[in-house]
């Protein structure tokens, strides 16, 4: 009997042994939850059918701060392991890397002074290859924003390592592309002018062009629409497509202006009039939640431009101005949409006004003026001398986007449908949740181009400095069409604890006294005692 009892608790320990191999248990300790990922990565993982390899490229000889964001991407490719049903594989960097780079990559390098006063100079490759069958996609670790520290700019690194490698996984997992659509018709900007972006958003979505024509459900096929920066009034039956198309839960992101003006008599002539730009538009937006004003913003806090100071033709004398009709726009940190995006910039942004109380649409604004800045109404003249005097710079944090979501009313809830239109559904008075962007500046999503190259969305040619611009759109576009809540792991944050190296180097003989003499010297007192008491004990 006792034998069964022995073989039963035996059989018992190894199913409970078997059992547990099976389960994963995992506590997460931190205050910000920095081992943890979220639910839908967890999702996602567990629907692969092929194991992961990623190879970081995050190598070489490092200071303390990029050691520490190679650290948390191989604790975060870990943790995303754990997980995976296919299981994964974690490469080193090729050792082509330090000869000849790796494909197209950018290396960063990173110059820095020792604490002996010397110079040093690293090149390394802020990357990861993530590889899933026959397809692989390119994580950028390093997350580099104009005016942060170092550490900061490390921190947010981190903070972004989920989100990045989610996307990633996403977008070599999915099975259909989802289709966007630029809107044509009424003077909207060029394919090229939008050129960098929709290289951009290509990586994620089918990208068509077109007109809107008279079929109501023109639309229905497109998860989100872009309005970029049009210069022609909408007719009646445009407005009622898009209208409806709103209703059906569909997105857009509206770019537009709330003034006229000529960029080429401004470059020419060194001034341009402005006058209100109407898009027959206005109705709309104010039944959605906003109004775009008939007036551009300045701000003390912009960009330069060349201005020539000569009083002679023949000779002239180009000096940097700054011109506050070309804002540096803040970003929200609160929205996932502009979390740790840098300053985005744009020339002749006009203001919007939210409106409408308790409505049951979450308004939410994403880039604003600083605090020192003013508006101009239309009809004015705007000039390039107009200089940077701080007289009536007494406004503060003026919207520029706004996110807008939730259940919006239709305009032609009391209408009727216009005769031109072909209805293909019947009239929605009310849409199902969805969501829209407004950007009262057309400048924020169009690139320049130099030597017949477009250059990145948001470089700057003058100052030859990169801004927010092309971040600010993508996530844009990706937040009107995230329906999981992916975008929301961009608002992962992790409390910064930096070290004070000055007080470290004038403590540092005390702590090396603290961490290696004080133990030895309590182990030799143990040992001492140790020694008498036996003494006392064993020698007669």
Known sequence: ???????????????????????????????????SISAPTKALLQD?????????????????GFLRLQKATQEMVEELGVYAAGGYQLLGAPEQLTTNGYGNLEPTVVHERTHKGQTAQTIIYPYAIVQYHDRSQVVTLLKNQRGLSGEENLNHSIENLE???AEAIRSLTQDTIEKIAFLEGHGELEERDVYDLTQQLAKYYQIDRGTLGTVSGVLDEYKAVIIADPQMPFSETDKYILDQYIMQSGRILWVVNGVRFSDDYLASEGYTPIIALDLNINDMLFRYGVRINH????????????????????????QPMPWTFAPLLLTSQVSPITRNVAQVTATMASAIDIVGEDDGIRKEVLLATSSASRLTSAPAKVD?????????????????AVSLEGVFPSIYAHLLPPEEVTLTTPLLRESKPTRQIVVAAGSTIRNDWQQGQPLPLGYDRYTQMQFGNRDFMVNAVLHLTDDQGWLQLRKKEFTLRLINDQRARQTRIVAQVISIVIPLALLAIVGGVMLILRRKRYVK
């Open 295 to 318: 007036a551009l913003v300045q701000d003390l806090q912009c960009l330069p431009v060349p201005v020539d100071v000569s009083h002679d033709p023949n000779q002239p004398n180009w």
């Open 163 to 165: 989100f990045a490698f």
């Open 48 to 64: 692969l059918d092929a194991p992961l390899t990623i190879t970081l490229l995050l190598d070489g000889e490092m200071n303390a």
């Open 1 to 35: 009997m006792k034998v069964w009892k022995g073989i039963v608790v035996l059989v018992a320990l190894v199913a409970i042994n078997l059992l547990v191999s099976y389960m994963v248990w995992r506590w997460d300790m931190t205050d910000d939850k920095r081992y």
């Open 384 to 400: 390039l001398s107009m200089g940077s005097d701080s007289e009536g710079f007494n406004q503060a944090f003026v919207p520029v």
